[in-house]
């Protein structure tokens, strides 16, 4: 009888949402037309936020960067108070995001554009000192890849990510002259343990010069299984295992999004099989203390992909 109960309990915690079964988050990256679109449109934002807490989303990473000429967060800072104190009254997270394809951000890791970087970071950390409590941000995520980059190739990569680094350090020298208390993160490819590089004075696994100098990663760690040799677990586990060591956070990263590379993202396999990998991916982790949760990869992708699945 007594295994019988065991076994049904563990049945049921394997049926509940992520959310409910521990203290990790599950965030999502929010990219610009939408992000604009719900600071904005107070209509927008409250069917947005409705929707996130249906599916058991407790932080977001916002755009609050420039966009199509303007840049809300400087011309009008009363918009985004307003949807983040919406989302902090709904108990969810708020952690700006910078880095974007429209910007071509990618070039803000050289040294020629690094002011920008130290511009972009800045109007953030000014923006929460500006701001009341309710209205600021947590966070911020950088999604900033030196990988997409024309020249990454073999030969520059190290020198690129040196680059990347440097441009961190900088950033993070801004919120420790402003004393400022957000959590500052990158999103970074899994692969950056096997490319080792020397940064003042140490050379180590440039994933590992990373998680010393954030304090949190965001690990793009796109794949569709948990298990095997390139599923989310094996690629995850140098960075789980250094953070464990160095009392830093680590979110898993996840693709719904469509890839013309199937084991990259959930796309082709739908929620279903997502709930079962992420599951076995907490049940896995859960005892790691670095493991803070899972980031979706997007929100209007996430959503098409929601709904498609009903269909």
């Known amino acids: 009888m007594i295994r019988l109960t065991g076994l049904f309990l563990m049945l049921l915690m394997c049926a509940l949402p992520i959310s409910a079964t521990g203290n990790l988050s599950r965030a999502i990256w929010i990219w610009e037309t939408e992000s604009y679109a719900m600071v904005k449109d107070p209509a927008v934002a409250e069917e947005a936020v409705t929707y996130l807490k249906s599916k058991h989303i407790d932080s977001v990473y916002l755009y609050a960067d420039a966009y199509e000429g303007h840049d809300l967060l400087v011309e009008q800072p009363q918009l985004y108070r307003g949807f983040i104190e919406r989302l902090h009254g709904q108990h969810l997270k708020v952690y700006a995001l910078l880095g974007s394809a429209y910007l071509h951000t990618e070039n803000y890791v050289l040294p020629a554009y690094r002011k920008k970087a130290e511009a972009m970071f800045r109007r953030v950390v000014k923006y929460n000192v500006a701001a009341p409590q309710m209205a600021r941000f947590d966070g911020a995520n950088l999604d900033i890849e030196p990988h997409l980059l024309d020249e990454w190739n073999d030969k520059s990569r190290e ?19 402003y004393g ?5 993160g990158p999103a970074i490819p899994f692969w950056l343990d096997g490319i080792e590089l020397e940064w003042k004075g140490v050379r180590r696994p440039a994933s590992e010069h990373i998680i010393d100098l954030f304090d949190y990663v965001a690990l793009m760690d796109y794949r569709h299984k948990a298990e095997g040799s390139d599923g989310i677990l094996s690629n995850a586990a140098s960075e789980i295992a250094y953070s464990n060591r160095v009392g830093k956070k680590v979110m898993i990263g996840l693709e719904v999004s469509p890839n013309e590379i199937d084991k990259v993202t959930f796309d082709k396999v739908g929620p279903k099989v997502f ?11 859960r005892d790691e ?10 929100y209007r992708a996430y959503r098409r992909w929601v709904e498609r699945d009903r269909d």
């Open 159 to 177: 020198r690129l990510l040196t680059d990347f680094i440097d441009m961190g350090d900088a950033l993070m020298r801004i919120k420790r002259e």
């Open 180 to 184: 400022a208390t957000l959590a500052v």
């Open 275 to 285: 709930e079962q990998e992420v599951r076995k991916v907490e049940q896995a982790l």
């Open 289 to 298: 203390p670095s493991f803070g949760g899972f980031a979706i990869h997007h």
